[in-house]
């Protein structure tokens, strides 16, 4: 059973969603919070699994939710983390994913409506992984177009596609699945890509989070 925590400011939609979690096979609801101070006690009361957390709550209003994925990246590094947002911002995703990819989601709210997606991507964050909003991942692509001289550029096309896969935190069999290509083959794309980003030297892992954070920081807008 997974235990999730929900902050979200807004007394219906955190309702909403605590009430859809609720209905989900293999999850429990530990807390709902409306701010990030109630956030950080409620975990520290009864840590959960996983905090599904609005990325713009009180007493600022502004970052609360990525303030709060720093604050547990820190102190409970276990705890898988979903960001919910209602913008498609990669400036967002690329400063959720700095400190690593593992135990983190983007995702934009209209996503919560559909409750197959959302405890998937819980599900995903808590054994480890990563998930990001495909128009997220849309608009990251778009960016990276627009940005010279980023490694990211000597990818073909396919290898694009490929590491924008991975960056939604998708395994080579759930790419090869996306692609209609063979596991053999993503792996071949995948090590030409890390060669080309010039990540070939670490672990499997720590090469995707490379990988990954070099295209995410090439798709960042500059100011």
């Known amino acids: 059973m997974l235990r999730v925590l ?13 009430r859809l979690l609720e209905s989900a096979e293999g999850i429990e609801v530990s807390a709902g919070c409306a701010d990030l101070p109630q956030l950080e006690a409620a975990v520290r009361a009864d840590r959960p ?16 939710g990525l303030r709060a994925a720093a604050w547990l990246h820190a102190e ?19 400063a959720l994913l700095g400190t690593g990819t593992g135990r983190r989601a983007y995702l934009l709210k209209d996503r919560v409506s559909d409750v197959g997606e959302l405890v ?27 940005r010279p001289r980023s490694p990211i550029e000597h ?13 939604q935190g998708k395994s080579n069999a759930a790419i090869g699945a996306a692609m209609t290509l063979s596991e053999r083959a993503i792996e071949k794309h995948s090590n ?29 807008p500059t100011t």
């Open 6 to 18: 929900v902050a979200e400011d807004d007394a219906l939609l955190r309702e909403g969603i605590i």
């Open 49 to 64: 699994d996983v905090v599904v957390t609005d990325i713009r709550m009180p007493p600022t209003g502004t970052d609360e």
């Open 76 to 94: 409970w590094p276990d705890v898988g983390v979903v960001v919910l947002s209602q913008y498609v911002n990669p400036e967002y995703a690329v």
């Open 120 to 146: 998937r991507a819980i599900r995903e964050v808590a054994s480890g992984g990563s998930v990001i909003d495909s128009r997220v991942v849309d608009a990251l692509v778009s960016a990276s177009r627009t």
């Open 155 to 167: 990818l073909t096309p396919r290898e694009l596609e490929v590491l924008g896969l991975m960056a």
């Open 192 to 220: 030409s890509i890390f060669v080309k980003l010039g990540v070939s030297e670490e672990k499997d892992r720590n090469r995707r989070v490379s990988a990954v954070l070099l295209y995410l920081d090439a798709a960042t």
